[in-house]
Structure formats: C-alpha cells, structure tokens
C-alpha cells in the first residue's frame, strides 16, 4: 500500500510585514509507487493545486478606489439619462463593465453630510453632521482609510475632503502666518490640523478643492517633508485631481500591499471652469452655463478613462473593486447652477426629492461583480464602505453600528431581495423615509407629502390622503429612526427656503 498523500494547503496571506508568505510546494508524484493508484493520487493532486489557486486568490483582497463627483445630476450620466447633449464615453463603460445602480442614493442633499456618511458607512446625522455648517467630523468615528488601513491597506485621498469643519479651518488658518485657504470651501490647507484626512486614515494626501492643496505627495508621486505642505496649482482643478490621483496610484505595489484611494473631484460645482479640449466638444450647446457643465463632467470623465487605463496597463483591473458617485443632486436654482441637470426626477441639491439625493452611482469589479447590469433595488452611498470592507475580508463588527449594507451578495445572486427594507434621511427642516414603492417626505413644522414612485408623475403628486394607512406606517418607521439621531427627534424648526423649494418642485397641492 502506498504511504497516504498529504494534501493539506496552507494559505498565502500577508504577515505583519505586508509580505506574502511563500507558496507550499506541490507533492511529487514520482515518490507514488506506479500502478492503479497513481491516477487518482493525480487528481487529488489536481484538486489540491486548483484549491490552492483559489485560496490564494482569496487571500489577495482588492484594491478599492471610490471616485465621488460633485453637485451632478442624476441625468448626466449618457447610459441612463434621458438628454442627448451630455457624453459620458468613460463612465458609461465602467458602467457595461461592472453595475448601474438605478435608485442609487446618498444620505444627504448637500456635500458635507453626504461625503460624512460616505465615509463612515454610517447615517451622520448619528454624529451630528447635517449641513455643511456641521463639523469637523467627531475624533470617534472611523473613516473607511481607517478601517482598511487596519487591515493592511495603503490609503490615500486626492481632491475634496470637506470635513475639517469650517470653523476650525479658520482657527487654523489664524495659526498659520501666509497659509492660503482655498477660495471656495476653506479646506485646511498647509496646516498640520488633526481633521485633515492624514490623521483620519489616510497615509497619502493631496487635499483641496482648487488651487491651494495640502499635501504629502507633489505631482511626481514624491514624499513631501514636513506634511502637510502647501501646493499650490493654478491648472484647471480636475486635470489636477486627476494627476495627483495617478502619482499615488503609480507608487502603490500591489502584489505587496492593497491599496485605497479616495478620489473627490471638485466638479460639476460651480465656480464654473472648463479649458480646452473640454469646452470646444459642446459647440452645440446654446447655454453657456449648461456647456461650462457638460465640459467639466467631461473633464472628470476622462480622469476616470485615464485611471482605468493605469489599472489596465498594470494589469489590476480585475483586482480592483471601483465605485463613482455623486455627492448629491446638481443645484438648479438662479445663480447657483452649475449647468448639470436632475431630470426627470424632481427636485435639486438641498432637498429630500429625489432629485437631491438620486445621483450617478456605478459599482466595477471585473470577474466578480456581473457586468452590464442595471440594479434595480434601492441602495446607499453608506454601503460603499460595508461593502469595500467584506471585499478586503474585513469582519463588520456589531459594534461599529454601520448603516450600509455589503451589497456584493446583492449583486452575485447569493443574496436575493433588497439589501434595505427602508433608506432614511434627515436635513435641516425636512426628513424622509423611503420604503419601495412608498417615499414619505415631512417638513418642519406639520407638512406630510407621500408619494407612490410607480406612479408615472412620481414625486409631483401627492397621495398622501388616498393612502392615510401607509403614510401612519412609514410615519411610525421615520420617527423611530429619528429618535435615534443626535439631536433626536424629527426637525423641529421650519425653514422658508425648504418650503418654497419643495412648493416650486414638488406636488402642487400639499396635504397638511
């Protein structure tokens, strides 16, 4: 009899020092006497190397990029919108490659909150973020950088961070003689402050929105001694972002180290700019305004082609797990728009319509996610970090209280159903709750709107007094979920502008 065939495997992983432990060697089929045993011995053989192979692959997590665009409208993306001006080449194939998640949502209308829960993976109204006003974001929560740096990522952020606060933004600035603040959002920059995304999980930063960066890396992928260190760039933002973006993802390694990188583009949002070759590819467009913001989103378009083509050229691609969303719907009112459009859902930036809060949002991972699918269930920008992590193979543990949900399962098939039973929201007078097919929207003080989302005219008819048992049950959901928040309870305050907005958007009968 021969002597028994020891087939035990032991997995590649990465130790302590980031390094992979070396591969166990494959039995040596010639010490097996010959005979009838030999065949089956070889397809042990078999199956132990095609287990290893996949073990092995299971110990490589992911990269991890999530690319976030600002104030860009749910129709501007060319796969799923409804107008012929906007082109979205890029986009619209990292959309046939991976998933389109058709009632993608974020938690916010505006930026800071929204990019908050976006990094946390958790409702920020939990911590006390609900307007831009709000911040910095609470020394307790933990970003997705810290999470995945835990677990043996390398991290880095490029482009907008917007969650240092602003108050502190200006103390800091008062601290720091000739240090320059970035003329739109004050982002901390050329300062050492604890809310600057180096000490909020991330190894590697370029941080501003235009023009002024605080940086730990110049365009060249370098170090910066002494970070963060002041840069500044007088290019137009986006070429910028998009730069920076691949100095960090030409020093990463891989094969040693995963990495994350967090790219926040300052784009569509105004102030409007767009250089050549951009501008000149929308000669069509008649408005100004709409052919400054058709050129910007093509700005970022192309950033996010030249990105792919890095991945493609290093052979990571299928090895990278890539996200793009908006931060909330484009603004339409007079002097704040920024030539992105919403339609045909109702409402802009600053509401709780959809038309503030439905957004760009694609998921690629080629090999793993399925391609060209158009995901119909309702997801959340606060998944992005729930599902990163179970890619990495990081446990969600109870206590960190995430409100995302890993959608991966959702979207192989392992899971079937909608990853939520009800997405919820709340900000500044309004708040809402959406449970498929209801949306329920309440504004401070008394003001009750439910709309039924098959109904063709959506979100400008009002059913709340046909369906009083529906708007009593989502009622009930959306004041215990508030109940939970901090401060707690649903908005107290009324606000003129969110009434007129919602009057000027939304039904034109309102039920009280």
């Not at 449970?435 to 063709?456: M, S, T």
Request: charged content about 25%; hydrophobic content about 40%; overall charge positive.
């Amino acid at each position: 009899m021969p002597g028994r065939l020891n087939l035990s495997v032991r997995a590649i992983g990465r130790g302590s020092g980031g390094r992979t432990s070396p591969a166990p060697r494959a039995p040596n089929l010639d010490a097996i006497p010959a005979g009838r045993g030999r065949p089956a011995y070889r397809a042990l053989c078999a199956a132990g190397l095609v287990l290893f192979g996949a073990v092995s692959a299971a110990a490589r997590p992911p990269n991890v990029i999530v690319i976030v665009s600002d104030d860009h409208g749910w129709a501007d993306l060319a796969c799923q919108g409804p107008r012929r001006d906007v082109r979205t080449p890029h986009l619209d194939a990292l959309a046939a490659d991976g998933v389109r998640f058709a009632k993608g949502y974020v938690s916010a209308p505006v930026c800071v909150p929204s990019r908050a829960g976006l990094v946390t993976g958790r409702y920020q109204t939990r911590f006390g973020i609900e307007s831009n006003d709000d911040g910095p974001l609470p020394a307790a929560e933990r970003t997705l950088g810290d999470r995945l740096r835990a677990a043996g990522y390398a991290t880095g952020l490029v482009g907008k961070w917007h969650l240092a606060g602003s108050r502190e933004a200006t103390a800091a600035l008062k601290r720091t003689p000739g240090a320059a603040r970035d003329v739109i959002w004050g982002d901390n920059v050329g300062v050492t402050d604890a809310n600057l995304p180096g000490r909020r999980g991330f190894d590697a930063y370029f941080c501003g929105a235009m023009r002024n960066f605080a940086a730990s890396f110049d365009l060249a992928g370098r170090p910066l001694e002494g970070a963060p260190v002041l840069v500044r760039e007088s290019r137009f933002r986006v070429e910028v972002q998009t730069d920076a973006a691949l100095a960090y993802l030409r020093q990463q390694d891989p094969g040693t180290r995963p990495f994350f990188l967090y790219l926040a583009y300052f784009a569509p949002h105004v102030p409007l700019e767009a250089p050549e070759p951009w501008l000149a590819r929308f000669a069509e467009v008649s408005d100004p305004v709409r052919r400054t913001g058709l050129a910007m989103i093509a700005a970022v378009d192309d950033g996010v082609g030249r990105l792919r083509s890095l991945l493609r050229e290093r052979g990571w691609e299928k090895d990278t797990l890539l996200f793009f969303v908006g931060d909330n719907g484009a603004p339409t009112k007079p002097g704040m728009w920024d030539g992105s459009l919403n339609e045909p859902l109702v409402g802009e930036k600053g509401l709780l319509l959809d038309g503030g809060i439905r957004v760009p949002f694609l998921a690629c991972w080629p090999g793993t996610l399925p391609a060209g699918r158009v995901y119909e269930h309702p997801v959340s920008s606060l998944d992005i970090t729930a599902t990163a992590l179970g890619a990495a193979g990081v446990a969600l543990r109870p206590e960190w209280k995430l409100d995302g949900v890993d959608l991966t399962p959702f979207l192989t098939g392992r899971r079937r159903g909608a990853p939520h039973d009800a997405l919820f929201w709340r900000f500044r007078s309004q708040a809402a709750v959406l449970a498929d097919p209801w949306k329920l929207i309440f504004v401070a003080p008394d003001r009750w709107q439910l709309f039924d989302r098959r109904d063709p005219a959506g979100e400008t008819r009002d059913v709340a007094a046909q369906h009083p048992e529906v708007v009593a049950r989502l009622r009930a959901k959306l004041e215990a979920w508030c109940a939970e928040q901090s401060p707690a309870g649903l908005p107290r305050r009324a606000d003129a502008a969110d009434a007129e907005y919602l009057d000027r958007h939304g039904p034109a009968a309102v039920t009280r």
